[in-house]
T-cell receptor
Framework: SAVISQKPSRDICQRGTSLTIQCQVD?????MFWYRQQPGQSLTLIAT?????????ESGFVIDKFPISRPNLTFSTLTVSNMSPEDSSIYLC????????????FGDGTRLSIL | DAKTTQPPSMDCAEGRAANLPCNHS???????VYWYRQIHSQGPQYIIH???NNETNEMASLIITEDRKSSTLILPHATLRDTAVYYC?????????????FGTGTSLTVIP
């Protein structure tokens, strides 16, 4: 499986600001995803990061709030824009290596707190 | 949306087998069953997956019923380090949509 590095691992931010989270993989992957995990909750898929094109967002998530880039097969960023306390969550990157029924593998996430 | 139902919590004695059930009654013929676990402060860890045959690896066994409407994850000899939230997920192979939709999972506590 791939080694996934997320930066930063945690941050405390002021409301109204934006933060960009990076996801770096040590090998080329076929698919990359971003999830949110609110305190005490399960994971919710935000979007699929598409290489060289706009991300595919799930219902309830929009590009203006969560812009995503994926310039190549090993790197993606998620920006949380105009943050409010409700955005305090863990944000996780996941990847799929290969095709077919291969599982997703997750990074350890970015723990974000908004004051 | 999540297509699985799991009990919210379970206990298991250390050294005994932990059997975690999952219902996926609306599963389609081409959907796989995946199991993950999440230990506090870490990302979900992949455990095992299968389509219709029982599967075993170094971590666990996966038993899928013949009608595929339910499955059981078996940790043969639970240790304290197996205390975690366990998620059962069904999804289509990536060619036709690779999204995972997590349910609420089962919080497993292994008791000394």
């Amino acid at each position: 499986s791939a080694v996934i590095s997320q930066k930063p691992s945690r941050d405390i931010c002021q409301r109204g600001t934006s933060l960009t989270i990076q996801c770096q993989v040590d090998s080329q992957v076929t698919m990359m995803f971003w999830y949110r995990q609110q305190p005490g909750q399960s994971l919710t898929l935000i979007a699929t990061a598409n290489q060289g094109s706009e991300a595919t967002y799930e219902s309830g998530f929009v590009i203006d709030k969560f812009p995503i880039s994926r310039p190549n097969l090993t790197f993606s960023t998620l920006t949380v824009s105009n943050m409010s306390p409700e955005d305090s969550s863990i944000y996780l990157c996941s990847v799929v290596v290969g095709r077919g029924n291969q599982p997703q593998h997750f990074g350890d996430g970015t723990r974000l707190s908004i004051l | 949306d999540a297509k699985t139902t799991q009990p919210p919590s379970m206990d298991c004695a250390e050294g005994r087998a932990a059997n975690l059930p999952c219902n996926h009654s609306t599963i389609s013929g081409n959907e796989y069953v995946y199991w993950y676990r999440q230990i506090h402060s870490q990302g979900p860890q992949y455990i095992i997956h299968g389509l219709k045959n029982n599967e075993t690896n170094e971590m666990a066994s996966l038993i899928i019923t013949e009608d595929r409407k339910s499955s059981t994850l078996i940790l043969p000899h639970a240790t304290l380090r197996d205390t975690a939230v366990y998620y059962c997920i069904v999804r289509v192979a990536w060619d036709t949509g690779n999204q995972f939709y997590f349910g609420t999972g089962t919080s497993l506590t292994v008791i000394p």
